[in-house]
């Protein structure tokens, strides 16, 4: 197996990429051009324009690389993912966007072409580790978390969840799409005084505190490993952790956006003096497959077995 997955990276290394001039760069580069084609669709400006900005990127070479072309693209993600943010609410993976985008900009603009590839290594591996940082300081932050409750109500009622959630807790799915309803019901009222008792939760107690304690750890090894000098010896460690988290995050919680972005700027910082890695191909793999998580696997299984 080993000599297999040798021989693919130094396919890869050699014949796709070649390793000459930007092209492994210009690759990463249109990476980040295809999450902001498909996910980057939040308003209607956007999406009526992102298409007409991306689609000349992702097929001229010469823009891909141009830096007023990425000073265009950090415009337009910092007002609706940074600026409009103080008004309304945007996801986090969405603030993530942008910072890639502004680290991309910044990258191409202060720095020689044949460095660039390392920088964005860095700034990629910095990210990660400052998200993750900050999301671990939020859990310490929120005591619904460090009990358990949170992932017992989130479980019950997110929808994302209710596969992994009916398996693992034996709950039927139609307490859950119940559980949904109800919670839509008590968003949209204006009464007060509405409440409604979530089904099953009283079969997650255990789930939902082993659940939270293993976010905690995981999130805090790949705050700690990615924000480490690289120099440090725990530091080497950090592809691990993240490939962990991925592995046990995604299957059950299947964001699309965030995941997308994660293993994109996993597969960044994984590239050593302009090669992949085995890592890079473990993400490269993840960026190619990810819309397989969209598969209802319960219902599969069940189907099967």
Not at 64 to 91: A, C, E, H, K, Q
Not at 139 to 147: T, V
Not at 245 to 274: D, E
């Amino acid at each position: 197996m080993k000599v297999y997955i040798d021989n693919i990276l130094y396919q890869l290394n050699t014949n796709f990429f070649k390793i000459t001039g930007n092209k492994l760069q210009v690759f990463v580069l249109k990476m980040v051009l295809l999450i902001l084609l498909l996910f980057m669709n939040d308003t209607t400006v956007l999406a009526i324009l992102m298409p007409i900005i991306i689609v000349p990127g992702l097929l001229i070479n010469s823009v891909t690389t141009n830096r007023y072309y990425w000073l265009i693209l950090t415009l337009f993600s910092t007002i609706p993912y940074l600026i409009m943010d103080l008004v309304g609410y945007v996801p986090n993976h969405k603030h993530i966007f942008a910072y890639v985008i502004i680290a991309i900009t910044i990258t191409i603009f202060l720095s020689e072409q044949k460095k660039q590839l390392n920088y964005l290594g860095i700034q990629a591996k910095y990210i990660i580790g400052l998200c993750f940082l900050f999301a671990v300081i939020g859990k310490f932050l929120a005591p619904e978390f460090i009990d358990g409750s949170f992932f017992e109500f989130t479980n019950t009622a997110d929808s994302r969840f209710f596969g992994f959630t009916s398996f693992a807790a034996d709950i039927d799915s139609k307490l859950l799409l119940a559980n949904e309803k109800n919670l839509l019901n008590l968003m949209n009222t204006q009464n007060p005084d509405t409440f409604f008792v979530l089904n099953g939760v009283e079969n997650l107690s255990s789930i939902g505190l082993i659940v939270s304690y293993w976010t905690i750890f995981i999130e805090g090894m790949i705050a700690i490993t990615f924000c480490l000098p690289s120099n440090f010896l725990l530091s080497k460690w950090r592809n691990i952790f993240l490939i962990a988290f991925i592995l046990t995050t995604y299957p059950i919680a299947t964001v699309a956006g965030f995941a997308i972005i994660l293993v994109t700027l996993g597969f960044i910082q994984s590239i050593k003096n302009n090669k992949l890695t085995y890592y890079s191909l473990f993400y490269l793999l993840v960026f190619i497959f990810l819309p397989l998580i969209k598969i209802p696997f319960l219902r599969v299984f069940n189907a099967l077995f």
